[in-house]
């Protein structure tokens, strides 16, 4: 799937896209990131943020986009905060790929103005951290339908269609498993061919070592 270079659109203005970003978000491994990588996450945690305290009537309404949230905008997580959210996102989606109950109490309030006729409700925190788990929550409620764990790895996926697994790796991982479970005599014979190409490439590395050594002693003297 190509990726959007609009940051509003990538963290997702409907819930299974706003589901499928926050899973994704999840699935980072920070250190293994590049500079470019983790100011793309930090932008894109911060918007998911924005766009989670809009009124969910107002978010397939708007007809012009605020300007991407920076390190400027008043009001945003920090990038210690952010990763902190990040690894408790993780922790708590690693509960569910293992079946196990992911319990928490966001610190929260909640607030109802009637302001022109028209009811408008939002939430506060005591904290962007507090806030991001908050909107996690909404998040995951709000598709909860479209979340799946992956039947050969257990990680969790919105699938596209009628995607049954996570990646084209598990999809492949278990067609493989059917295949040798039903051709045990050509999967056999396939091992064995393996097994002796290893051998012979082995035995080739082995004999043209030695010739160089020979080549070595021979140039010496």
Same mark, same amino acid.
């Given at each position: 799937m190509t990726k959007s270079s609009n940051v509003w659109k990538r963290v997702g203005l409907e819930p299974e896209a706003r589901l499928r970003w926050l899973l994704d978000f999840g699935k980072?491994?920070?250190?293994?990131?590049?500079?470019?990588?983790?100011?793309?996450?930090?932008?894109?945690?911060?918007?998911?943020?924005?766009l989670q305290q809009l009124d969910p009537a107002l978010k397939g309404q708007m007809s012009s986009w605020p300007p991407p949230p920076t390190g400027a905008t008043p009001g945003l997580m920090s990038e210690a905060d952010?990763?902190?959210?990040?690894?408790?996102l993780k922790r708590g989606l690693d509960l569910l790929s293992k079946s196990e109950r992911w319990k928490f109490a966001p610190r929260i309030k909640y607030e109802l103005d009637a302001y022109k006729g028209l009811l408008w409700a939002r939430f506060r925190a005591n904290s962007p951290r507090e806030q991001f788990k908050a909107s996690a929550y909404d998040a995951l409620r709000d598709a909860r339908f479209s979340f799946r764990l992956c039947p050969e790895c257990r990680r969790p996926f919105v699938p596209i269609g009628r995607q049954a697994y996570c990646s084209a790796r598990c999809s492949q /991982?278990?067609?493989? !498993?059917?295949?040798?479970? =039903?051709?045990?005599?050509?999967? #056999?014979?396939?091992?064995?061919a393996q097994y002796r190409?290893?051998?012979?490439?082995?035995?080739?590395? /082995?004999?043209?070592? !030695?010739?160089?050594?020979? =080549?070595?002693?021979?140039?010496? #003297?």
């Open positions: 980072l491994e920070p250190n293994s990131l590049t500079s470019e990588q983790r100011a793309t996450a930090l932008q894109e945690t911060r918007a998911f943020m924005t952010v990763w902190l959210a990040q690894q408790w /991982a278990v067609r493989t !498993r059917k295949w040798r479970k =039903a051709h045990p005599e050509k999967n #056999r014979a396939i091992r064995r190409r290893a051998v012979n490439a082995k035995l080739r590395l /082995a004999r043209a070592s !030695r010739l160089g050594q020979v =080549a070595k002693v021979t140039a010496a #003297r």
